[in-house]
Antibody
Framework: QVQLQESGPGLVKPSQTLSLTCTVS??????????WSWIRQHPGKGLEWIGY???????YYNPSLKSRVTISVDTSKNQFSLKLSSVTAADTAVYYC????????????WGQGTLVTVSS | DIQMTQSPSSLSASVGDRVTITCRAS??????LNWYQQKPGKAPKLLIY???SLQSGVPSRFSGSGSGTDFTLTISSLQPEDFATYYC??????????FGPGTKVDIK
């Protein structure tokens, strides 16, 4: 059973960089066949896909966030990470990591989510 | 970006009711449409992928249909544990992936 777990600060100051890590267990990121995504949900709102990474390091970002987003992977730790720079209150959201099946791109496993609040 | 709309935005139903939720894409997405269920404070859960394929472990009262731009999620007999918000998501090759705004199903 694949499990994903987000970790990182729950409070970030405006203009700083939000950093989160997703640790994958029960399966190897390096096995291929899957993309590893970050998705966020503003309080009481819908879902916004941020971007994904493949184990090889290839990435694709949502154009709406592309200038501020970096997703990286550490296969030795079976982790992938999100950095979102120059945050504002509008980046306050629950951040989820998720696995999506290559070529079909549906999210079959999700982390529990972590609330990140941007506030001074 | 491909825009997704859902209707209704919310509905009230009783246990045992047949419930249908509609999702529409702003352009054809073939069958690259997925449905998720989300309960308060929880991550979304995959119900249906590729428009009509039932995810393993999901009860058979859930079904999906459609192709092109118009899709439906049907719950044949609503159960107490089905009260939640439902989202559609397009996974067509044109990135970014986008979600519908959600349909909240609550108790009548």
């Amino acid at each position: 059973q694949v499990q994903l777990q987000e970790s990182g600060p729950g409070l970030v100051k405006p203009s700083q960089t939000l950093s989160l890590t997703c640790t994958v267990s029960g399966g190897s990121i390096s096995s291929g066949g899957y993309y590893w995504s970050w998705i966020r949900q503003h309080p009481g709102k819908g879902l916004e896909w941020i971007g994904y990474i493949y184990y090889s390091g290839s990435t694709y970002y949502n154009p709406s966030l592309k200038s501020r987003v970096t997703i990286s992977v550490d296969t030795s730790k079976n982790q992938f990470s999100l950095k979102l720079s120059s945050v504002t209150a509008a980046d306050t959201a629950v951040y989820y990591c998720a696995r999506d099946l290559a070529l079909q791109y549906y999210f079959d496993y999700w982390g529990q989510g972590t609330l990140v609040t941007v506030s001074s | 970006d491909i825009q997704m709309t859902q209707s209704p935005s919310s509905l009230s139903a009783s246990v045992g009711d047949r419930v249908t939720i509609t999702c529409r894409a702003s352009q054809s997405i073939s069958s690259y449409l997925n449905w998720y269920q989300q309960k308060p404070g929880k991550a979304p859960k995959l119900l249906i992928y590729a428009a009509s394929s039932l995810q393993s472990g999901v009860p058979s009262r859930f079904s999906g249909s459609g192709s092109g731009t118009d899709f439906t999620l049907t719950i044949s007999s609503l159960q107490p544990e089905d009260f939640a918000t439902y989202y559609c998501q397009q996974s067509y090759s044109t990135l970014p992936f986008t979600f519908g705004p959600g349909t909240k199903v609550d108790i009548k």
